[in-house]
């Protein structure tokens, strides 16, 4: 499969980092990781581009950050706060939406049109 553009990746980036931490702590390296496997490669970003997504959220207080040196060298975590939890569970609702209205427009283009609610 092809890597998605930049500009799909734009608008659901934040969602893909807070549902990676949404089962653990992680560090910058693991997030990165996590949203390759997790997407089967679709999703293969460079870290510069997590770094801002990462310190926005945690300015934000959807995600807190503590410095580690559990793995043999000082690795910034991060995990999802409160606020972060709520934050995924309202943007993946709404990425849900978005989805099935995407679906829909383009039902006729794929074949695969839905059928009236």
Do not use: F, N
């Amino acid at each position: 499969m092809e890597p998605l553009s930049p500009d799909l990746l734009r608008g659901s980036l934040e969602l893909m980092v807070l549902s990676v931490l949404a089962d653990g702590p992680k560090y910058g390296y693991a997030i990165q990781q996590r949203l390759r496997e997790t997407s089967r490669d679709m999703v293969d970003i460079q870290a510069g581009t997590l770094y801002p997504v990462r310190h926005r959220l945690e300015k934000d207080k959807y995600v807190r950050a503590k410095w580690e040196e559990a793995t043999g060298r000082p690795r910034k975590w991060y995990e999802l706060t409160a606020a972060g939890r709520k934050r995924l569970i309202l943007r993946a609702k709404l990425w849900e939406d978005y989805v099935e209205c995407v679906r829909r427009v383009m039902g006729p283009v794929l074949g695969t049109e839905a059928q009236p609610a």
